[in-house]
C-alpha cells in the first residue's frame, strides 16, 4: 500500500510563475491537509479538503494561493504568481475517516522561488 | 487559537544517554500526537495520546500525556543515531474542529556518537 505521494520533489520557480504541487493520498483515504514548514516557523497549517470540497481553508493566503481535491485524481495546491515568501516545504497529509484520525505525510516539496 | 511550545528547541545528546522533550499547550489537549521528522522528508507516526495519565512504548521512546492534558514529554532511553531528527508534538484543537493537527515547532535532536 503506497504511502501518501507528492510530487515533485523540488520545485524552481521565478517570481511571478506559477506553482503546482501534487499530492496523491494513501489508498481510501478522502481526507487531505496541506501545511507550509519554514525554518523559523514550524509546521503551519493551510487547508483541510475531502473530495471535491473545501472545508478549512483558514490557514491559507486568501491571494494567490488555492487548493482543490477533485472526484478523480490528485489533490492540487496552486500558487499564482509565487513570491521569494514563498519558498518553503510544503507538506501533504492525509487520513481516512474522521479529522481527527492520525494523519500520513508525505514526503513534500520543496518550493525554491528564484 | 491553541498553540504548542517544544522544549527545548535542540538538543546533543551522547550516544547511549536518555533525554526528555516537553511539550507544553495552551489550552486543554484533546488528543496528542507525537511525530518525527528526518532532514528534508516528511513526518512519521509515532505515538497517539488522548487520556490523561496515557502513556505509551514504542522501542526505546515513552510518551506521556499529563493528567491535567496540557502537557506531554516523550522520553528516549538509551539514545541511538537513528533517533536523530526533529521531534514534533501535534495536538487535536480543543473542542475538535476541521483543521487537523496544530504542531509545536519541533525539537532537533542530534545523537553524538
Known amino acids: 500500500n503506497a504511502g501518501v505521494m507528492q510530487n515533485p520533489r523540488h520545485l524552481v520557480r521565478r517570481r511571478g510563475q506559477e506553482a503546482r504541487l501534487r499530492c496523491s493520498p494513501m489508498?481510501?483515504?478522502?481526507?487531505v491537509y496541506w501545511y507550509r514548514q519554514l525554518p523559523e516557523e514550524g509546521l503551519k497549517f493551510m487547508v483541510y479538503l475531502q473530495k471535491e470540497n473545501i472545508i478549512d481553508e483558514s490557514g491559507m493566503p486568501k491571494e494567490r494561493f488555492s487548493a482543490e481535491f477533485p472526484k478523480e485524481g490528485p489533490s492540487i495546491l496552486r500558487i499564482q504568481q509565487v513570491v521569494r515568501g514563498d519558498s518553503a516545504a510544503y507538506f501533504c497529509?492525509?487520513?481516512?475517516?474522521?479529522?481527527?484520525?492520525?494523519?500520513?505525510f508525505g514526503s513534500g516539496t520543496q518550493l525554491s522561488v528564484l | 487559537s491553541q498553540e504548542l511550545e517544544q522544549s527545548p528547541q535542540s538538543l546533543i545528546v551522547q550516544e547511549g544517554k536518555n533525554l526528555t522533550i516537553n511539550c507544553t499547550s495552551s489550552?486543554?489537549?484533546?488528543?496528542l500526537y507525537w511525530y518525527k521528522q528526518k532532514y528534508g522528508e516528511g513526518l512519521i507516526f509515532l505515538m497517539m495520546?488522548?487520556?490523561?495519565?496515557e502513556e505509551k512504548s514504542h522501542e526505546k521512546i515513552t510518551a506521556k500525556l499529563d493528567e491535567k492534558k496540557q502537557q506531554s514529554s516523550l522520553h528516549i532511553t538509551a539514545s541511538q543515531p537513528s533517533h536523530a531528527g526533529i521531534y514534533l508534538c501535534?495536538?487535536?484543537?480543543?473542542?475538535?474542529?476541521?483543521?487537523?493537527?496544530?504542531f509545536g515547532k519541533g525539537t532537533h535532536l542530534i545523537i553524538q556518537p
Open positions: 489550552k486543554t489537549l484533546y488528543g
Open positions: 497529509a492525509s487520513a481516512p475517516r474522521a479529522p481527527h484520525e492520525k494523519l500520513f
Open positions: 501535534g495536538a487535536v484543537a480543543s473542542g475538535g474542529g476541521a483543521d487537523g493537527l496544530t
Open positions: 489508498k481510501g483515504h478522502s481526507h
Open positions: 495520546l488522548q487520556k490523561g495519565g
